[in-house]
């Protein structure tokens, strides 16, 4: 990855390189330049912009080695997981539930859960509201209250089922809107 530092636009890596390529080309041998107090010949300057350039190199192969580390430890890191908590539960099997022997066998000691105090309760429960709320999410005994019984489809108008309640259910017509399952209503209480 390149510098961020820019001078007249460029990243300064860029002009290191360029600096580097061609100044020495375009000064010619006996002639100089003032750069920061001191007279440079175009080789001396393209070799002091190599040696910033050299840094720059390094920084940068170095920067893929920390790269491609971080991938392999992050390639292994679910096994050396797996590895540790088996390891934990191994010693904890040998040494029982003996603190101080776990502690010295480097097995760090079990955090006991936070007590949360009566606001913070408060808070959590408020919150578990709201988000069923958001979410229209009910526990079982409330999707239970408002489960319907059977419902009755007849296509001819012969056939009735009963409600949860034990009443008759209302035939609903297939097709028909619902303002005309509704004017079919005082019909069906008449025919019973």
């Known amino acids: 990855m390149a510098s961020r530092t820019k001078i007249r636009g460029a990243p300064v890596e860029s002009v290191l390189k360029t600096l580097k390529d061609k100044v020495a080309g375009e000064l010619g041998a006996k002639e100089t330049v003032k750069v920061a107090g001191v007279e440079m010949t175009g080789e001396k300057l393209a070799a002091r912009a190599g040696q910033f350039l050299e840094r720059y190199d390094r920084a940068e192969q170095r920067q893929a080695e920390a790269t491609q ?54 808070a959590a429960r408020e919150r578990a509201n709201q988000t069923r709320a958001l979410r229209h999410t009910m526990g079982r005994r409330q999707k239970e209250a408002i489960q319907a019984g059977p419902v009755a489809v007849s296509v001819d108008g012969n056939e009735t089922a009963t409600t949860a309640s034990g009443a008759p259910a209302q035939p609903v017509q297939l097709g028909a809107t619902p303002a005309a399952n509704d004017a079919m209503e005082p019909a069906t209480k008449a025919a019973s």
């Open 69 to 122: 580390a971080v991938a392999e430890r992050n390639a292994v890191e679910p096994e050396a997981k797996a590895f540790v908590k088996a390891a934990i539960t191994g010693l904890e099997a040998h040494f029982g539930p003996d603190a101080v022997k776990l502690g010295q066998a480097g097995v760090p000691p079990v955090k006991p859960k936070k007590q949360l105090t009566v606001k913070e309760k408060t």
